[in-house]
Nanobody
């Protein structure tokens, strides 16, 4: 049974940093692109970042570009999201997801994800 398990969320002050991890035991990890999405209270889930199967290509939402970095370790079946320069508007539940799609258009679409984690709450105080 495939499970995606996020960890590393918490409370941080504006300007601070957090690193989220998503472990994927049971997933044939290297054949999936991996994504991070987030959902703030009262808002729709939105794309944050994606990384290709090999890790050679990464994609970011404009709102996090230059502040967040996605990476993966295929030997550990884990994807990471390093978040620096956090802002109160980054407050959300962060979800990792796996998709078999690899092209730029589909890799960022929530309905193209094959598996989802349960989410990790990140709260940024001002």
């Amino acid at each position: 049974q495939v499970q995606l398990v996020e960890s590393g969320g918490g409370l941080v002050q504006a300007g601070g940093s957090l690193r989220l991890s998503c472990a994927a035991p049971g997933l044939t990890f290297s054949v999936y692109a991996m994504d991070w999405f987030r959902q703030a209270p009262g808002k729709e889930r939105e794309f944050v970042a994606a990384i290709s199967r090999s890790g050679g290509s990464t994609y970011y939402a404009d709102s996090v570009k230059g502040r967040f970095t996605i990476s993966r370790d295929n030997a550990k079946n884990t994807v990471y999201l390093q978040m620096n320069g956090l802002k109160p508007e980054d407050t959300a539940v962060y979800y990792c997801a796996a998709t078999y799609y690899t092209d730029y258009e589909n890799i960022r679409l929530s309905h193209r994800m094959n598996y989802w984690g349960k989410g990790s709450l990140v709260t940024v105080s001002s």
